[in-house]
């Protein structure tokens, strides 16, 4: 299993766009082959920053989600809202407590 996790940033004004958006794609990405989790997370500190972290089963199917017509929809609405390059990280989980 792979974990993703990316950090977005966003002006202000685009932040409400944003939610709207991940409201209405949350969940097509999470029913994408391979998509086994997906949570979206909003900085305490900095509420223009937000993440995005997904499990997936393999590297492929991350890359199948990323060359897909969804991702390429979201994509195009995000990108235009952002205030700075996102971030992201493909880790392995090493361990998990209940």
């Known amino acids: 299993m792979l ?4 950090k977005l940033r966003f002006r202000e004004s685009e ?3 944003f939610l709207a958006n991940f409201e209405e794609v ?3 990405i999470r029913a994408f082959p391979g998509c086994q989790f997906l949570e979206l ?3 305490q500190n900095d509420t223009s920053i937000f993440f995005t972290y997904s499990y997936w089963d393999t590297a ?6 990323r060359h897909s017509a969804l991702f390429k929809g979201v994509w195009a609405a995000t990108k235009p809202l952002f205030s700075d390059k996102p971030e992201a990280w493909s880790v392995d989980k090493l ?3 209940q």
């Open 3 to 6: 974990v993703r996790i990316v």
């Open 15 to 17: 932040i409400p766009t």
């Open 26 to 28: 949350k969940d097509s």
């Open 41 to 43: 997370y909003r900085d």
């Open 60 to 65: 492929d199917a991350l890359e199948n989600y």
């Open 95 to 97: 361990a998990s407590l």
